[in-house]
């Protein structure tokens, strides 16, 4: 190859061999400033694309640090909010946990109530026997400002799972005592409102403010006869006016005068019990009329056979006449409104 320059332009010469073709290339001078620049451009480019193909990588690189970064911290702060959450828990366990001991102590002694309800029914059906009833509870709960100390021990999560199965046991067993306890005092209730009942429709209260027998059930000398005749009731002394009670609910089925009762007044118990009340000097009742235990229902008085102020109380079981005495117990004053 060889270079032979003429005015405007050199040519390129490349003799491949002796016996071969001379191959010439004629070029402008221009050439020779043009192939330069733009190898030169090339390369510049070049160089310009690495770099900035190096700044963007380092950049993405920069950005993906920070993405990680605030990913680990995201992370962390997620930890520690877990970590307080569940200290939250453990605490609320604990608090369930205390909880529940002090409910089965309130329902042990909602237990001792519910039986002396029952007691106290049973008491109602069988007024006058002294039963007792239970002790009251000394098993008292633990307050919550009770003085507490001791050592800093951290929780493991044996003693949460503890905790749980403990405090889920409990429960368990809670709401099964709950639920007998609501059917007994469902028995208990229905128990008490019939010993209620029964206690309001049986005599057992005094008919009169004064307790003074003049005359009692039995054979007497008849005052008006001076013979031996049978008594069939109480004779309460009481002065002209004092009030006459209802000694037990009832309805008023006679409530007239006639000469040997005077103004008297029958009050029907149902289950073959009755009342009468005789000598009123007034009556404050109808026939027909419902009355209330202790209801004010006359005055005494001295009408039909009798010799003076006074109230003949008599109690008839299935129409015979019984003796009073042993359901008299209480006084108006005593019984529940
Ligand atoms: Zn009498």
Redesign the pocket.
């Known amino acids: 190859m060889r270079f032979i320059w003429g005015k405007k332009e050199f040519t390129l010469m490349i003799i491949p061999g002796a016996n071969r073709r001379t191959v010439r290339f004629k070029l402008p001078h221009s050439s020779l400033y043009i192939v330069p620049s733009v190898i030169l451009l090339v390369l510049i480019g070049f160089f310009v694309t690495i770099y900035f193909m190096n700044t963007h990588s380092h950049r993405t690189r920069n950005n993906m640090q920070q993405v990680f970064d605030g990913q680990e911290r995201q992370l962390v702060d997620q930890i520690t909010h877990k970590n307080s959450e569940l200290e939250q828990l453990q605490a609320n366990l604990i608090d369930l946990s205390q909880q529940a001991n002090e409910f089965k102590l309130k329902l042990e002694e909602i237990k001792k109530i519910d039986h002396v309800i029952e007691l106290m029914s049973e008491t109602e059906g069988a007024k006058g026997t002294s039963k007792k009833t239970a002790a009251p509870s000394t098993q008292q709960p633990k307050g919550k400002n009770s003085d507490i100390g001791g050592s800093d021990v951290p929780v493991t999560s044996q003693d949460v799972s503890l905790l749980v199965n403990s405090t889920k046991e409990g429960l368990f067993s809670l709401v099964g005592d709950i639920n007998a306890l609501l059917l007994h005092l469902n028995e208990s209730e229905a128990k008490l409102k019939e010993a209620q009942y029964v206690s309001s429709i049986t005599p057992t209260l005094w008919p009169t403010v004064t307790h003074s027998i003049t005359?009692g059930f039995g054979v007497r000398i008849d005052p008006f006869t001076s013979k031996p005749s049978m008594?069939t009731?109480f004779?309460l002394d009481g002065e002209m006016n004092d009030d006459v009670y209802a000694t037990a609910a009832g309805k008023v089925v006679e409530a007239s005068f006639d000469n040997e009762h005077g103004n008297h007044i029958i009050i029907d118990h149902t289950r073959g019990l009755q009342t009468e009340y005789?000598h009123l000097n007034k009556m404050l009742v109808k026939r027909g009329e419902s009355v209330k235990k202790g209801q004010k229902i006359g005055l005494i008085g001295t009408t039909g056979r009798s010799t003076g102020s006074h109230l003949?109380y008599e109690v008839q079981k299935n129409g015979v006449p019984i003796d009073p005495n042993p359901y008299l117990k209480t006084d108006r004053k005593d019984e529940k409104p």
């Open positions: 005359s008594h009731g004779d005789m003949h």
